[in-house]
């Protein structure tokens, strides 16, 4: 008897490590849409690795930019790749588009602590107000 207690003792901490909070990925999801970005600011830490799931709800393409921003570990998964319709050759940090009803994902780690701009580069959606905030805390 006592060492079924002591197995169940073992078992309840194997369990309670197991489901402990330790989430080392803040996961975000991001509607896009005309002409908007919801959350709208998003939060993330310094350091902390982010997953932003990127679904446009809108009826044509957006995407998510942010110029310049330090960051570490990037990766995007399911978005368009680079734009047809762009003929300039800009170089942003992050940029992730996604056609009309589809999602992407774009992974980072923020280095730097700070408020970024986020805007669609998707001509004519930044001047119709096509813009966020990201705040690195
Ligand atoms: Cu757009």
Known sequence: MKKLI?????????????????????????????????PNPIKVSAGTPVEITLMNEGSVE????????????????????????STEHEEF?????????????????????GTYQIFCSVPGHKEAGMIAELIVE
């Not at 003792?9 to 919801?38: N, P, Q, Y």
């Not at 957006?62 to 319709?85: A, P, Y």
């Not at 940090?93 to 602590?113: K, N, W, Y």
């Open 6 to 38: 002591l197995l169940l003792a073992v078992f309840t901490l194997v369990l309670t490590a197991c489901g402990g909070k330790a989430v080392d990925a803040a996961a975000i999801t991001v509607t896009m849409k005309e002409f908007a970005f919801d």
């Open 93 to 113: 940090d992050l940029h992730t588009s996604v056609a009309a009803g589809g999602t992407g994902i774009l992974r980072f780690t923020p280095t730097e602590p």
């Open 62 to 85: 957006h995407d998510f930019v942010i110029e310049v921003i330090s960051v570490t570990d990037l990766s995007t998964e399911g978005g368009m790749g680079e734009h047809e319709m």
